[in-house]
């Protein structure tokens, strides 16, 4: 079920839009100030924001801004001002839409379904086309070669994101560094292999809340590594 977040000053009118939404499908919450909608809308869960613009604290233009830096998910500005800068302006913030009171609920609930079908749409499109490896915490984008830990893009050289993408790809087997050096330099390490070690070092410094205890990559003392799921 989506849930929905109406940031409302309006009482009454708020009411009426959760009501609405919520006998179409939807889990909807309220807040009617832009400072504690603002701040729900940054630490939970929701699928679309609803949000007006002339709100006590912060108004929804800040607020608009300040979730478009964190979240992409859409979000309809509503307002009793009618003039075209401030649509502008509140669309070239991130809005995704402009809605002018006074409207029919059952308008918010088509345009709320809409753009929900829409996201959605985007989202899927965007799995299929970026091949991901998300495991405990770690997403290894392998198209975009970028690698997030708890939604914290690090970086990563060429052959530190091979080495990672590697394991991470044939998790719970354990691999020498012979067989390390070999698939990822594809060459034998030629008695050296030194620099298997070193770049495990670097990953665990990436990835690894504690390096002196690794929760991803473990050391099989006498053989090699694997990778714990």
């Avoid at 809308?41 to 912060?58: I, K, R, S, T």
């Avoid at 690698?147 to 690090?154: A, Q």
Wanted: net charge negative; glycine share 6%; hydrophobic share 40%.
């Amino acid at each position: 079920m989506s849930r929905i977040l109406i940031i409302e000053d309006e009482v009454a009118i708020a009411h009426l839009e959760k009501d609405y939404l919520e006998l179409s499908g939807f889990k909807v919450e309220m807040e009617h100030t832009g400072d504690e909608g603002l701040k729900r809308a940054l630490n939970e869960e929701f699928n679309l924001v609803v949000l007006d613009l002339m709100l006590p604290g912060m108004d929804g233009f800040e607020v608009c801004k300040k979730i478009r830096e964190n979240k992409d998910i859409p979000v309809i500005m509503v307002s009793a001002k009618k003039d075209d800068i401030d649509k502008i302006h509140g669309l070239g913030l991130g809005a995704d839409d402009y809605m002018t009171k006074p409207f029919s609920p059952s308008e918010l609930v088509a345009r709320v379904k809409a753009h929900l079908a829409r996201y959605e749409r985007l989202v899927n499109t965007n799995q299929k086309n970026n091949d991901m490896i998300e495991i405990r915490g770690i997403r290894i984008d392998k198209t975009a070669r970028r690698v997030y830990i708890d939604g914290e893009e690090k970086n990563f050289t060429t052959k530190e994101f091979d080495l990672l993408t590697f394991l991470a790809e044939n998790p719970n087997h354990v691999y020498t560094k012979e067989e390390l050096f070999r698939e990822i330099w594809d060459m034998d390490s030629v008695g050296d292999i030194a620099t298997v070690t070193v770049h495990i070092k670097k990953i665990r410094e990436k990835i690894e809340g504690k390096t002196s205890k690794p929760q991803y990559i473990e050391t099989i003392w006498g053989v090699g590594y694997r990778f714990k799921v």
